[in-house]
């Protein structure tokens, strides 16, 4: 008999909690204090997709880089995968940016390792984009990157 009354009354407890829930849920959509989605990354385009004149140059690989340790900001990992779109026809320049991979890679690991993760997150992705791509187009010769794109962007905590 105390079984059945216990069994009850944690129904009874989970039922106000479940109207509860969807009560307040459909307040916040309702006065649209509720913002689903928001902070969400726009996924970029994929190598494989570029245009007939331009090429994806995806040798960078996966980088993950420490960013700076700040005021009430610990350090954070930063995934990430960048990929680089330019002329298709240049041959000379794909083999400038396959001979500096590696040198393009540290380039970007300082630039993420320069800033903390609240500033980063302020700065915005594309704004991210702009400055490494003014960044690596002035360490290039042969031409330049016309677009960055990351298939991951991913921070760690």
């Not at 109207?19 to 849920?25: A, C, D, G, H, L």
């Not at 420490?66 to 350090?75: D, L, M, S, V, Y």
């Not at 995968?81 to 026809?89: A, L, Q, R, S, V």
Request: hydrophobic share 45%; charged share 25%; glycine share 8%.
């Amino acid at each position: 008999m105390n079984k059945i009354n216990l069994n009850k009354i944690l129904l009874l407890i989970l039922g106000a909690v479940f109207v509860f829930i969807v009560t307040v849920s459909a307040i916040a959509l309702c006065t649209r204090n509720a913002h689903p989605g928001e902070g969400l990354r726009h996924e970029d385009p994929l190598p494989q997709s570029v245009g007939a004149t331009k090429t994806a140059f995806n040798h960078i690989g996966q980088i993950r880089a420490f960013t700076k340790e700040g005021e009430g900001c610990p350090k954070s990992v930063l995934v990430l995968t960048p990929w680089f779109e330019y002329d298709g026809n240049d041959k000379a320049f794909f083999e400038e940016l396959d001979r500096r991979h590696i040198s393009i890679k540290n380039l970007i690991t300082k630039f993420f390792s320069a800033h903390t993760k609240a500033e980063l997150v302020k700065l915005g992705e594309e704004n991210i984009k702009k400055e490494l791509k003014a960044q690596i187009n002035a360490t290039l010769v042969l031409g330049k990157i016309s677009g960055i794109y990351f298939n991951d962007y991913l921070f760690l905590d």
